[in-house]
């Protein structure tokens, strides 16, 4: 199976600045995408950000000039550079693997157990 581990969650003041990694481990054939989603209390899970292998990169429109992804394909890691951070960016991050463990698999999905960010003064 595939194991995703976070790191970099935290507390942040208002227009301060996170770094959020997942390292990926485990049986894996081939990785169709790596990214980031987010859930704030009582709302749903959203997209914050999307890599595919190969494709263009995905943003939210909320964090669309302030958080920036990208890839170590050597480590299998992802990060999400936050900036200008905000309130409304209070949430648990959720890394998320697309991912086969086998040549003729299906794509799953896998998830990190997610880190909290909370920006607040």
């Known amino acids: 199976q595939v194991q995703l581990v976070e790191s970099g969650g935290g507390l942040v003041q208002p227009g301060g600045s996170l770094r959020l990694s997942c390292a990926a481990s485990g049986s894996i054939f081939s990785i169709n995408a790596m990214g980031w989603y987010r859930q704030a209390p009582g709302k749903q899970r959203e997209l914050v950000a999307s890599?595919?292998?190969?494709?263009?990169?995905k943003y939210a429109d909320s964090v669309k000039g302030r958080f920036t992804i990208s890839r170590d394909n050597t480590k299998i890691t992802v990060y999400l550079q936050m900036t200008s951070l905000t309130p409304e960016d209070t949430a648990v991050y959720f890394c998320?693997?697309?991912?086969?463990?086998?040549?003729?698999?299906?794509?799953?999905?896998?998830w990190g157990q997610g880190t909290q960010v909370t920006v607040s003064s």
């Open positions: 998320n693997v697309k991912a086969r463990t086998r040549p003729n698999n299906l794509i799953y999905d896998y």
């Open positions: 890599m595919p292998s190969g494709g263009s990169t």
